[in-house]
C-alpha cells in the first residue's frame, strides 16, 4: 500500500508474499558474542506454527514503524480515516467452539459506518469486519470472532533500542492467566498483541486454537522492570531488537520479574533486586536534595515495590512511614525524632533489601510543584491554583505548601516551625503569618503569607523560602 502510494521505498523489491517471505527467512543478525540470532519468523517447536514477527518485517523498505493499538472498533475506525491501514487479529469460533484466529487489513469505512476490509483468506473472502464480528454461515458451520490485535504499519523511523517480550503458541486457558508486562518511572511500555494459530485456507480449524503474545518496547528509558509468568508451566522470551541484539529464554513456572537495561549497546536483562542510590533521595515537593525530619521524602530506584510483601522504610531501624510505593518511586516520611546527621536508609520489599548512607538536615524547606506544565502549590485566598489564569491580588494572604520544615512546637491546636519560615518574593523577604503542619496531610507544610498591597503586578513574580539559612526551589507566582 505505501509503495503503491509512494510513501516507502523498494529496497528489496516490492512488498509481495513472496519476497516478504524470503527477506524474513534471511533476517538475521550476530550479537557481539558470534550468536546467530535469526527470527523473522517466531515459532514455538511444540506446535510448529510459524509466526511473522512483525517488527523484523518493517525492515523490509527500512523504515517502518510498527505500532500496537489497544484492539476497539473506535481505535480503527480513527485510524483508517486518516488513511492508515491496519492489520487485524482476530480470533474465529465454528459453531460456538474455538477454532483458532484469522487475519484481515481494515482498508476504510463504508457508507454505513462499518470497517471495510480485505480478506486474504479465500475460504473466508469477507468484505466487511462486521460480517466476522456479527457471525456468519460458510459451510454448514457458523463462524465468529473477536478483535484481538490492532496493529498500524506506517511510514517512520522505529526506535533502535526496541525489545520484545513474547509467548509463542501456548494454550488459552494459560494465555488467560499470563502476566506479560514492561514498565519504566514513565509508566507502561508497550501494548500486548495478540496472535491466534490460523485456521488454513480450506477452513481447517487450528488444533487447541494456540495463542502467541507479544509486547515491544520502545527502549527510550534507562530502566525498565519486565514481568512474565504465570503460576503453571510456560514459553516465554525477551528479544533485543536492536542491531546485534540476542534472545533470552525466560520460560519458567512462576511469575518472574527482571530488570531491563542497555548499559550499552546490549539489553542487559537480570533477575530483579531492590535497589536505589543514596543521590535518589530527595525531597518528594521538589524532587531536589534535601531531607528533614517530619517532611516527605521520595527514594527513586528500581525494585521498590511487588506483589506479596509490603514495602517498608527505616532510618537506623526508626521506621519511615510509606506513603505510596511504585517499582520505581518510594514516598515516605521521614521519622521525627532524627538527629541532623547521616542515616543508614533500609527499604524493604518483594524484591529484597537495599540501603545507602542518606544525609538528614534540620531543616530542608522545598515548596511542592504540582500539574503540568508544572507550577507551585500555591493557593490563592478564593481557594484556586495560583496561576496565570489565577493570579493572586496584591494585598491578598497566598498559601504555600511545602516540606522539609523540620520539628515543630505546639501552639494552642496548631504544629508551628520551630525554625523561623520567611518568604522571599522577586528578592524581598516577608514575614508570615503561620508556618506549620497543613492539617491532614502528614509530612505536608502550610506558609500563609500577605503579599503586599504595593507589589508591582506581573505573571511570574519569584517565589520563595528560606530557613535556618536555605533557600528553597523557586516557583513562579502570578499577582494582579
Do not use: K
Not at 465468529?144 to 525489545?163: H, Y
Not at 525477551?238 to 546485534?244: E, I, K, M, N, S
Not at 519569584?462 to 530557613?467: G, K, P, R, T, V
Amino acid at each position: 500500500y505505501y509503495q503503491n502510494s509512494s510513501a516507502l521505498p523498494a529496497p528489496n523489491g516490492d512488498a509481495t508474499p513472496a519476497a516478504l517471505n524470503q527477506f524474513l527467512v534471511g533476517d538475521c543478525t550476530v550479537d557481539p558474542s558470534g550468536n546467530q540470532l535469526c527470527d523473522g519468523f517466531l515459532n514455538n517447536p511444540a506446535s510448529g506454527e510459524q509466526i511473522v514477527n512483525l517488527w523484523r518485517a518493517a525492515d523490509f523498505t527500512g523504515g517502518v514503524n510498527v505500532t500496537v493499538f489497544t484492539p476497539t472498533l473506535q481505535n480503527i475506525a480513527d485510524q483508517v480515516a486518516q488513511g492508515s491501514p491496519l492489520l487485524l487479529s482476530l480470533a474465529l469460533t465454528r459453531n460456538g467452539v474455538a477454532a483458532g484466529g484469522t487475519y484481515v487489513t481494515a482498508m476504510g469505512i463504508n457508507a454505513d459506518g462499518s470497517i471495510a476490509i480485505q480478506d486474504p483468506n479465500p475460504f473466508f473472502a469477507q468484505t466487511d469486519l462486521n460480517q466476522y464480528l456479527n457471525g456468519f454461515t460458510l459451510s454448514s458451520a457458523t463462524w465468529m470472532a473477536t478483535l484481538r490485535g490492532v496493529v498500524q504499519l506506517a511510514p517512520g523511523t522505529p526506535s533502535a533500542t526496541r525489545f520484545m517480550v513474547g509467548a509463542l503458541s501456548q494454550p488459552p486457558p494459560l494465555m488467560n492467566v499470563l502476566a506479560e508486562s514492561v514498565q519504566s518511572a514513565a509508566g507502561a511500555c508497550g501494548t500486548p498483541l495478540d496472535l491466534v494459530d490460523s485456521v488454513d485456507s480450506a477452513g481447517n480449524a487450528a488444533p487447541g486454537a494456540l495463542v502467541s503474545r507479544l509486547t515491544v518496547c520502545d527502549g527510550l528509558q534507562p530502566l525498565y522492570e519486565v514481568a512474565v509468568g504465570a503460576g503453571q508451566a510456560f514459553q516465554a522470551f525477551v528479544t533485543d531488537l536492536a542491531a546485534g541484539g540476542d534472545s533470552t529464554d525466560v520460560s519458567g513456572s512462576s511469575v518472574a520479574t527482571y530488570r531491563a537495561t542497555r548499559p550499552q549497546l546490549a539489553l542487559a536483562l537480570v533477575p530483579e533486586t531492590a535497589a536505589f542510590t543514596a543521590s535518589a533521595v530527595v525531597n518528594a515537593a521538589s524532587f531536589t536534595p534535601g531531607i528533614a525530619p517530619n517532611g516527605m521524602m521520595a527514594v527513586f530506584g528500581a525494585g521498590l515495590s511487588g506483589t506479596g510483601v509490603a514495602t517498608a522504610l527505616d532510618f537506623d531501624g526508626v521506621g519511615a512511614p510509606v506513603v505510596s510505593v511504585s517499582p520505581f518511586q518510594v514516598n515516605a516520611l521521614v521519622p521525627a525524632g532524627l538527629t541532623a546527621a547521616t542515616h543508614t536508609l533500609t527499604v524493604h520489599s518483594a524484591f529484597g533489601t537495599a540501603q545507602q548512607p542518606v544525609t538528614v538536615s534540620a531543616v530542608a524547606p522545598a515548596i511542592f510543584v504540582i500539574g503540568s506544565p508544572n507550577v507551585g502549590a500555591l493557593v490563592n485566598p478564593d481557594g484556586t491554583l495560583n496561576g496565570p489564569s489565577n493570579p493572586i491580588t496584591a494585598g491578598g494572604t497566598l498559601l504555600i505548601y511545602a516540606t522539609g520544615l523540620g520539628a515543630v512546637t505546639a501552639e494552642g491546636a496548631y504544629s508551628v516551625a520551630a525554625s523561623p519560615v520567611t518568604v522571599l518574593l522577586n528578592g524581598q523577604e516577608l514575614p508570615v503569618a503561620f508556618a506549620g503542619f497543613a492539617p491532614g496531610f502528614p509530612g505536608v507544610y502550610q506558609i500563609n503569607v500577605t503579599i503586599p498591597a504595593a507589589t508591582p503586578p506581573g505573571l511570574a513574580a519569584s517565589l520563595a523560602l528560606q530557613q535556618g539559612g536555605i533557600t528553597s526551589n523557586t516557583v513562579p507566582l502570578a499577582l494582579q
